[in-house]
């Protein structure tokens, strides 16, 4: 146990999450006492640091070395703990600074290794020229929500239901989704939409005859003149079949994900998938079949019982069915999930994650987006690797926040951006019941803000 005591709630979540970063297998219990004598003091059985009070960045500082030098080891990506280390490149680069410039800044000041600075800034060189070609001052992005999946993984903590659970619901979820798709619509009409992205969760749950419903509704309610790119999170192959993908297809969706996270059958046992490997095989290769030219996959790379060479494996696989781009996630835990450990070191991480990029770039696959999550193995990133002309571009706006992405559905998030480049967010309610009872109000919120 790490006891954590700060004075100074402003200082609490930074020193929580670096003490967390550099001890992920500790139980940490953060207080804050506005009495307390010391500024900031950290104690366990053989860890004992107090600092006085100081500026937040002097103490982030600070903290990062007395840190690094008890556990003799540093963090790839320093002292950068939120999910979006290619916005401050991003920006950075917006403003005029040289690419070398950049990297400096991130190695100097905020500690990120040599390699991880230079993927961040050649990262967000990658992003400026694809989002060049979107008006982002006037365009918008759609983000519609089916928050269910066949069964949940045991590692996961978003807010998606359990098909056996809402199945019989589905029809009534999906008519109060198309309720607020219709208040929406109607407030954006004179706006070029560019991206549209049906995400959960796993949407191909819904049946044929509910997936066309939205499909159809999607496409009389929003115009697609100045749409760039459509995708559908088709996600679980066990959710897939030919019926739903020409559905897809004659609907114009132009962008699909089929996601194995691994391709070693005892891993999808382990963490609660029904499907099976070939089933991952079966699928893709009908997708392609019938003309998707545009498939994402989805690994993670820290799963406990997998060795290094399982990654390979997984890698190899999919190295056979020649995505046109690959998503690498480093296991990530939090409290909402069923697993509650990552039980695999930092170094096993690292290689599983050198290993991937190597493998990307042997199937022609180049980084193009990058996050990160809080609890994540080995502190590391998720990476989407892309061929040239495949890449998502509503992944890119998602991270960089440039323009305004409505979302509609249980769990969906809107982001509005102004002029200015600030960022309002209007949450919808998770709980599936609840945003069908409360659905009036979600369009209510909605219709309080100025869209652009």
Same mark, same amino acid.
């Given at each position: 146990?790490?006891?954590?005591?700060?004075?100074? $709630?402003?200082?609490?979540?930074?020193?929580?999450?670096?003490v967390?970063?550099?001890?992920?297998?500790?139980?940490?219990?953060?207080?804050?006492?506005?009495?307390?004598?010391?500024?900031?003091?950290?104690?366990?059985? #053989?860890?004992?640091?107090?600092?006085?009070?100081?500026?937040?960045?002097? &103490? =982030?500082?600070?903290?990062?070395?007395?840190?690094?030098?008890?556990?003799?080891?540093?963090?790839?990506?320093?002292?950068?703990?939120?999910?979006?280390?290619?916005?401050?490149?991003?920006?950075?680069?917006?403003?005029?600074?040289?690419?070398?410039?950049?990297? @400096?800044?991130?190695?100097?000041?905020?500690?990120? %290794?040599?390699?991880?600075?230079?993927?961040?800034?050649?990262?967000?060189?990658? $992003?400026?020229?694809?989002?060049?070609?979107?008006?982002?001052?006037?365009?918008? %992005?759609?983000?519609?929500?089916?928050?269910?999946?066949?069964?949940?993984?045991?590692?996961?903590?978003?807010?998606?239901?359990?098909?056996?659970?809402?199945?019989?619901?589905?029809?009534v979820?999906?008519?109060?989704?198309?309720? $607020?798709?219709?208040?929406?619509?109607?407030?954006?009409? =004179?706006?070029?939409?560019?991206?549209?992205?049906? *995400?959960?969760?796993?949407?191909?749950?819904?049946?044929?005859?509910?997936?066309?419903?939205?499909?159809? $509704?999607?496409? #009389?309610?929003?115009?697609?003149?100045?749409?760039?790119?459509?995708?559908?999170?088709?996600?679980?192959? =066990?959710?897939?079949?030919?019926?739903?993908?020409?559905?897809?297809?004659?609907?114009?969706?132009?962008?699909?994900?089929?996601?194995?996270?691994?391709?070693?059958?005892?891993?999808?046992?382990?963490i609660?998938?029904?499907?099976?490997v070939?089933?991952?095989?079966?699928?893709?290769?009908?997708?392609? %079949? &019938?003309?998707?030219? @545009?498939? @994402?996959?989805?690994?993670?790379? *820290?799963? %406990?019982?997998?060795?290094?060479?399982?990654?390979?494996?997984?890698?190899?696989?999919?190295?056979?069915?020649?995505?046109d781009?690959?998503?690498?996630?480093s296991?990530?835990?939090?409290?909402?999930?069923?697993?509650?450990?990552?039980?695999?070191?930092?170094?096993?991480?690292?290689?599983?994650v050198?290993?991937?990029?190597?493998?990307?770039?042997?199937?022609?696959?180049?980084?193009?987006?990058?996050?990160?999550?809080?609890?994540?193995? *080995?502190?590391?990133?998720?990476?989407?690797?892309?061929?040239? *002309?495949k890449?998502?571009?509503y992944?890119?706006?998602?991270?960089?926040?440039?323009?305004?992405?409505?979302?509609?559905?249980?769990?969906?998030?809107?982001?509005?951006?102004?002029?200015?480049?600030?960022?309002?967010?209007?949450?919808?309610v998770?709980?599936i019941?609840?945003?069908?009872?409360?659905?009036?109000?979600?369009? #209510?919120?909605?219709?309080?803000?100025?869209?652009?």
């Amino acid at each position: 146990m790490i006891e954590i005591t700060i004075n100074n $709630e402003k200082n609490a979540y930074n020193v929580y999450h670096l003490v967390k970063a550099f001890y992920p297998q500790e139980e940490i219990r953060s207080v804050v006492d506005k009495k307390a004598s010391h500024f900031v003091k950290i104690i366990s059985r #053989d860890l004992e640091l107090v600092f006085t009070e100081m500026p937040r960045s002097t &103490l =982030d500082k600070e903290l990062y070395l007395a840190l690094a030098q008890q556990t003799k080891r540093t963090l790839p990506w320093g002292l950068l703990l939120g999910i979006r280390p290619t916005k401050l490149a991003y920006q950075r680069l917006s403003a005029g600074d040289r690419e070398e410039r950049v990297i @400096n800044w991130l190695e100097k000041e905020k500690y990120v %290794s040599a390699d991880k600075a230079k993927l961040c800034v050649g990262i967000a060189l990658k $992003e400026r020229t694809l989002l060049s070609k979107l008006a982002k001052d006037k365009g918008y %992005s759609l983000f519609v929500s089916i928050p269910i999946c066949p069964t949940i993984c045991n590692y996961c903590s978003f807010s998606s239901g359990d098909l056996l659970r809402y199945e019989d619901r589905l029809d009534v979820y999906v008519e109060t989704l198309i309720k $607020e798709l219709r208040a929406v619509a109607g407030k954006v009409k =004179d706006q070029p939409l560019n991206t549209v992205y049906i *995400g959960g969760g796993t949407p191909t749950v819904l049946p044929p005859k509910l997936l066309e419903r939205l499909l159809r $509704e999607i496409r #009389d309610l929003f115009p697609a003149r100045q749409v760039l790119e459509y995708t559908v999170e088709a996600g679980r192959p =066990d959710a897939i079949d030919e019926e739903k993908l020409r559905l897809m297809k004659a609907y114009q969706v132009s962008r699909i994900s089929i996601n194995p996270q691994s391709m070693n059958q005892e891993t999808l046992r382990l963490i609660g998938r029904a499907h099976t490997v070939e089933q991952i095989r079966e699928s893709f290769t009908l997708a392609r %079949s &019938l003309g998707f030219d @545009n498939i @994402n996959m989805d690994i993670i790379a *820290g799963f %406990s019982n997998e060795k290094v060479a399982d990654f390979d494996y997984t890698l190899a696989e999919i190295k056979t069915l020649k995505p046109d781009s690959l998503t690498v996630h480093s296991l990530a835990i939090k409290r909402a999930a069923r697993l509650n450990e990552i039980k695999i070191s930092a170094d096993v991480v690292q290689e599983m994650v050198d290993s991937a990029r190597e493998k990307a770039s042997e199937m022609e696959l180049f980084p193009y987006y990058l996050y990160r999550q809080k609890n994540s193995a *080995g502190n590391f990133e998720n990476i989407g690797y892309s061929r040239e *002309g495949k890449e998502s571009l509503y992944n890119i706006l998602i991270m960089e926040e440039l323009q305004t992405i409505i979302g509609c559905g249980a769990g969906a998030i809107t982001k509005l951006v102004d002029r200015e480049g600030k960022v309002r967010r209007v949450d919808n309610v998770k709980d599936i019941d609840t945003y069908i009872e409360r659905i009036d109000e979600m369009i #209510d919120k909605k219709g309080e803000l100025q869209w652009f």
